[in-house]
């Protein structure tokens, strides 16, 4: 069973902090990652994926990726509370060719 | 643009019932996937369609049928349905290009209760 882990949460932080969001993934030949947002009552949308270790920045988000830790991150600059939502880490799996989800980290950005 | 139209929205089945799901893309997607969210479970996949004409199973497919009717649409079915099917139901698509999957697009969910 291949497995993807995050902490439930809620994460809290302040109205522009820095929030960090963190993963784990156990199929070691996964090659593509990914990073969902979603609202209470809505889908999941996309926010960003990444394919290669090191930083993929775009905006206030950053993706952080270290295959030989099996070890996802999500950073976010800058905390707005319309960034308070339920943030999903997925991996592809590659047997399947389907998308792997967390259970995904509760993030709360208080004003 | 509608992208993924899941239908109904809303469902209250009794025990035993029986339904069907409907769902269609409109973005000329090769693949579509059917997932389960549950409190704290995160999201599970059903079944899916890699393409027109071929189905897999996912993680948890005990219980469900699905069938590609064609390139849009990709129906999930419950025979005998149970409580523990009670959850919220999410229908995807994407391009799913080459060795990388590509965006998944979702459907707004559809919510069942089974009594």
């Known amino acids: 069973q291949k497995e993807v882990e995050q902490n439930s949460g809620p994460l809290s932080v302040p109205e522009g902090a820095i929030a960090s969001l963190n993963c784990t993934y156990s199929d070691r030949g996964s090659q593509s990652f990914f990073w969902y947002r979603q609202y209470s009552g809505k889908s999941p949308e996309l926010i960003m994926f990444i394919y290669s270790n090191g930083d993929k920045e775009d905006g206030r988000f950053t993706a952080q990726l270290n295959k030989a830790s099996q070890y996802v991150s999500l950073l976010i600059r800058d905390s707005q509370p319309s960034d308070s939502a339920t943030y999903l880490c997925a991996v592809l799996d590659t047997g399947r060719r389907a998308l792997t989800f967390g259970s995904g980290t509760r993030l709360q950005v208080q004003p | 643009n509608a992208g993924v139209t899941q239908t109904p929205k809303f469902q209250v089945l009794k025990t035993g019932q029986s339904m069907t799901l409907q769902c269609a893309q409109d973005?000329?997607?090769?693949?579509m996937y059917w997932y389960r969210q549950d409190p704290g479970m995160g999201l599970r996949l059903i079944y899916y369609?890699?393409?027109?004409?071929?189905?897999d199973k996912g993680e948890v497919p005990n219980g469900y049928n699905v069938s590609r009717l064609n390139k849009r649409e990709f129906s999930l079915r419950l025979e005998s349905a149970a409580p523990s099917q009670t959850s919220v139901y999410f229908c995807?698509?994407?391009?799913?290009?080459?060795?990388?999957?590509?965006?998944?697009?979702f459907g707004e969910g559809s919510r069942l209760t089974v009594l």
């Open positions: 995807a698509s994407s391009e799913a290009l080459g060795p990388r999957l590509e965006e998944l697009f």
């Open positions: 369609s890699a393409s027109e004409g071929t189905t």
């Open positions: 973005m000329n997607h090769n693949s």
